[in-house]
């Protein structure tokens, strides 16, 4: 897979009216911390970050700088060197959110969210004529994380659904989704890993990629609300504040 194509799409996403630096840290942070840009991973070139996110070079710069002071990101010298995402990214800190208990009306509200831009993404990119370099993304995307360790197994499902979302050929969508995840991740992080239910999630996966490639919209809708309607119960069983 060309994961500099993924990079450029994920990044190169319609800017919002906001700070440039601080928007500058959160692509970043969002590409790093849902594996867009994979562990010891090599960042595009300051001049390339400049093109994909619309930005000046000093902006780009220090954003950097945050990412490196933070242990988001290092720097090597020489002929090969250049920014680098660490191996083993820092524990969650207070602006990325600590898993806890969550309140229904958030765990509802993720849960319409997903309903809305997941289930969306899969019918609407079942129903497009993909492009052979498409198709080629989304089945190997579909077999990285089908191989992920337990440690990678989060960031490598993040990168499926977002592959997913740039598959409908809308940018706007990709920013959407990244938010979302961004934002279910948090949730899940408080959740143990479950073989039975990664097992179980593979198997989903596979059948929603598969009914896209496959052009069947309903097919790749009905198997998406199941994968939602899975993570739902989890996390209703080990988040919810028991609330009605």
């Known amino acids: 897979m060309d994961s ?21 840290v959160e692509r970043l942070l969002q590409a790093i911390r849902l594996g867009v840009i994979a562990p010891a991973e090599r960042l595009p070139s300051e001049r390339e970050l400049v093109e994909m996110l619309k930005v000046s070079r000093a902006t780009v710069r220090d954003a950097l700088a945050t ?36 309140e ?33 993304t989304l089945q190997d995307v579909l077999d990285e994380s089908l191989r992920a360790s337990t440690a990678d197994y989060r960031r490598l499902d993040s990168k499926l659904h977002l592959a997913i979302a740039e598959a409908t050929g809308s940018q706007d969508l990709v920013r959407l989704m990244a938010d979302l995840r961004t934002r279910l991740n948090n949730a899940l992080g408080a959740l143990p890993l479950l073989a039975r239910n990664l097992s179980h999630s593979n198997e989903q996966h596979t059948a929603i990629v598969h009914a896209i490639l496959a052009g069947q919209p309903d097919v790749a809708a009905q198997a998406m609300i199941e994968h939602v309607e899975g993570s739902d119960a989890l996390l209703r069983g080990f988040l919810s504040d028991g609330r009605a």
Do not use: C, M, Q, W
Not at 6 to 14: C, D, E, I, N
């Open 104 to 136: 229904e009306s958030e765990l509802e509200n993720i849960s319409v969210l997903r309903r809305v831009l997941d289930v969306g993404a899969a019918r609407v990119a079942a129903g497009r004529d993909l492009s052979a370099a498409e198709r080629a």
């Open 4 to 24: 500099s194509r993924t990079t450029a799409a994920f990044l190169s996403r319609g800017r919002r009216p906001t700070n440039t630096y601080e928007e500058t």
């Open 67 to 102: 990412l490196i002071e933070h242990g988001y990101v290092i720097s090597k010298r020489g002929r090969y060197g250049g920014s680098f995402v660490v191996e083993n990214l820092p524990e969650r800190d207070a602006s990325i959110g600590t898993p806890a208990k969550l």
